[in-house]
């Protein structure tokens, strides 16, 4: 069992360009989650979903941020215009089906926009 | 604000000795608590779970919880250097089969020999 996956371990991106996240769960898990890291405001959620299908976004800044789960084996996340804020390391986690499950988290990406 | 607050922001032990952490949530429909670990440069790992007033043990790890106030606290006994790290609290409402986990800004814990 490899654990999540996630890809690229580092990114660069230039102010206003576009940054996708990949993300393989735990073969079996069902849920997926998505975390945002950071000194200051700690681990934030983002969004996550349930059998591929999304059931809280709540977390997400709506106009750049977008999470899918096209099938059972990854979930991508993509930042649009992406700026010096969004700078943090992102996490995904997934959980094998009920509530009561713990998270495993993958090694995340350390996003850096200059 | 933070709905999980967690207590103190750092705390240092010296080796052997106990150290304790504290945790509270400010949002009452959360019904289970846990505490993850994170070493530095790792991803978080789940350490304990509990929805049940009172203790759980395990090992050197002792978490109590008090569902009336919210508060759970987590004891860590004969504290090793290993454990310097940054702990963790979440909470999630389970009844309500509410996967999310809603993390405090945690309290780094340093261990000195």
């Known amino acids: 069992n490899a654990g999540v996956i996630q890809t690229p371990r580092h990114k660069v991106t230039g102010k206003g360009q576009e940054a996708t996240l990949w993300c393989e769960p735990i073969s079996g898990h069902s849920a997926v989650f998505w975390y945002r890291q950071t000194i200051v405001q700690g681990l934030e959620f983002l969004t996550y979903f349930r059998n591929q299908a999304p059931i809280d976004d709540s977390g997400m800044p709506k106009e750049r941020f977008s999470a899918q789960m096209p099938n059972q084996s990854h979930s991508t996340l993509k930042i649009q215009s992406t700026q010096p804020q969004d700078s943090a390391v992102y996490l995904c986690?997934?959980?094998?089906?009920?509530?009561?499950?713990?998270?495993?988290f993958g090694h995340g990406t350390k996003l850096s926009v200059l | 604000q933070q709905k999980v607050q967690q207590s103190p922001e750092s705390l240092i032990v010296p080796e052997g000795g106990m150290a304790s952490l504290n945790c509270t949530s400010s949002?009452?429909?959360?019904?289970y608590f846990w505490w993850y670990r994170q070493h530095s440069g790792k991803s978080p790992k789940m350490l304990m779970?509990?929805?049940?007033?009172g203790e759980k043990e395990e090992g050197r790890f002792t978490v109590h919880l008090n569902k009336a106030s919210l508060h759970t606290s987590l004891h860590i006994r004969d504290s090793q250097p290993s454990d310097s790290a940054l702990y963790l609290c979440a909470a999630n409402n389970i009844t309500g089969n509410t996967g999310k986990l809603i993390f405090g800004l945690g309290t780094t814990l340093q261990v000195q020999p």
């Open positions: 986690a997934s959980s094998f089906r009920q509530s009561n499950e713990r998270l495993f």
């Open positions: 779970s509990i929805f049940s007033n």
């Open positions: 949002d009452r429909n959360v019904d």
